[in-house]
Antibody
Framework: QVQLVQSGAEVKKSGASVKVSCKAS????????IHWVRQATGQGLEWMGW????????DYAQKFQGRVNMTRNTSINTAYMELSSLRSEDTAIYYC??????????????WGQGTLVTVSS | DIQMTQSPSSLSASVGDRVTITCRAS??????LNWYQQKPGKAPKLLIY???SLQGRVPSRFSGSGSGTDFTLTISSLQPEDFATYSC?????????FGQGTKVEIK
């Protein structure tokens, strides 16, 4: 069965960087995009960007341009999301989600369990 | 970026009620609209994609409609397990923006 398993919770200081991993299993890793979505406590979902594990191509939301880097290691079927210059507003649960589609309509069916990133001053 | 606006932000309803949540896009997104259900401490769960296509394991009391800029999620008879937060998402163009969510609470 398809699974996305994320790394554990992180506590970081303002200005630092965090790197969250997302290990995929149960499908051909290079065949599906990996998207990243975050959610601050009590807030809505916020789409951050996606990465093509086959090519390494990425597409980031403008809000995160220059601060986010999505990469992958195909030998271990793992995607990574690194966010730099952390500030308190980045405190959130970060989810990876597979980019699925039917007839060209994209959606997220499979999600990781989420990784809590806490940024403290 | 395409802005997605949901209404209401929250609602109180009783078991058996018919519930309707709306989502409006800031520009036409054809039928590129998804609905998710999220319970506390859990990842979102896909309910509907392409505006009206029910994901395979979702009960038929859930339905979606609309195209262009206006969309609706309807729960025909609210069940105890349906109390959750519902979010829309457009996948017409990146960034795949979400609505702010609608919390469905027990009356």
């Amino acid at each position: 069965q398809v699974q996305l398993v994320q790394s554990g919770a992180e506590v970081k200081k303002s200005g630092a960087s965090v790197k969250v991993s997302c290990k995929a299993s149960g499908y051909i890793f290079s065949s599906y995009e990996i998207h990243w979505v975050r959610q601050a406590t009590g807030q809505g979902l916020e789409w951050m960007g996606w990465m093509n594990p086959n090519s390494g191509n990425t597409d980031y939301a403008q809000k995160f341009q220059g601060r986010v880097n999505m990469t992958r290691n195909t030998s271990i079927n793992t995607a990574y999301m690194e966010l730099s210059s952390l500030r308190s507003e980045d405190t959130a649960i970060y989810y990876c989600a597979r980019g699925d589609s039917v007839s060209g309509y994209g959606f997220h069916y499979y999600w990781g369990q989420g990784t809590l990133v806490t940024v403290s001053s | 970026d395409i802005q997605m606006t949901q209404s209401p932000s929250s609602l109180s309803a009783s078991v058996g009620d018919r519930v309707t949540i709306t989502c409006r896009a800031s520009q036409s997104i054809s039928s590129y609209l998804n609905w998710y259900q999220q319970k506390p401490g859990k990842a979102p769960k896909l309910l509907i994609y392409a505006a009206s296509s029910l994901q395979g394991r979702v009960p038929s009391r859930f339905s979606g409609s609309g195209s262009g800029t206006d969309f609706t999620l309807t729960i025909s008879s609210l069940q105890p397990e349906d109390f959750a937060t519902y979010s829309c998402q457009q996948s017409y163009s990146t960034p795949w923006t979400f609505g702010q969510g609608t919390k469905v609470e027990i009356k």
